[in-house]
């Protein structure tokens, strides 16, 4: 009964710690592709460059994203007390880099919007899109090295930093829709465009990290996975084609649907674990 109970107990926390990981990735890349996506767009059009609400609700947005997924993170450490001595093994710890990097952008993006919302100095606008788009990119990089794993060669491999970056530009450019924040028309259609290829760039991804899963069950996670990722590519469609609206519904369904394709495949990443010689 003892026996019974531990392993009761090991399950659920293991299934927490999965969790926490899917969602801690996920939405931190997401939050990072936003801001970085946001500063491309910042300097390449004009009516976006002098759009007090997008400036400040886009990086409202974004800290609220990267705030959640810091959330998630501390559901699996084991002592959230002493989560900060990693950071003394910078030099040799890609895990050290990643912490690093997550609290510098979170940083950023908070004076960012503090700036953007009270001081408007631009000088210091200039210094912290940056700094939030170096820190963002660290971010992602860092995330990616951390699996690649030479004892794991189902994640040591391109795949795994490719997948990433798709999942930050498919959720950063799914927020920035969601956010209308007036630009043309034209520049809707083509971020609607460059989603759409995303998107599919996402799902074959995940069709190779398949081929190699052997867990149980996994076939219904990637089902999922292609209904989200379907349900996504169509309502773009419906948008891109004036089907249905441009409005707040719409794209809040197509950034739920973009981000529980994402989750899904980082499930799918997660089982595609399988140690070399084992």
Known sequence: MKMQKWLIKKKSEMEKDYISLVLFTVLSQTAAGSLILREILLHSAGNIRHSTDFRVLSLLFTGIIIAFAIGTAFLHLGKQSTSVYTLRNLRNSWLSREILFTIAFSLTVLLYWFNEKFLNLNSLSALLSLTGALSGAGLIISMSAIYMLPAVPSWNSP???????????????????LLNPGYGTSLQRILMVILSFTILLSLVSSVFMFASVKETGILSVFLIRLATGLVALITIYLIYFKIIPNKIPALTVLLTTVLLTEMAGRVIFFLNYHKSGL
Request: glycine share 10%; charged share 0%; hydrophobic share 60%.
């Open 159 to 177: 795949l795994t930093p490719v997948s990433f970056v798709i999942t930050a530009f498919t959720g950063g450019l799914s927020v920035l829709l």
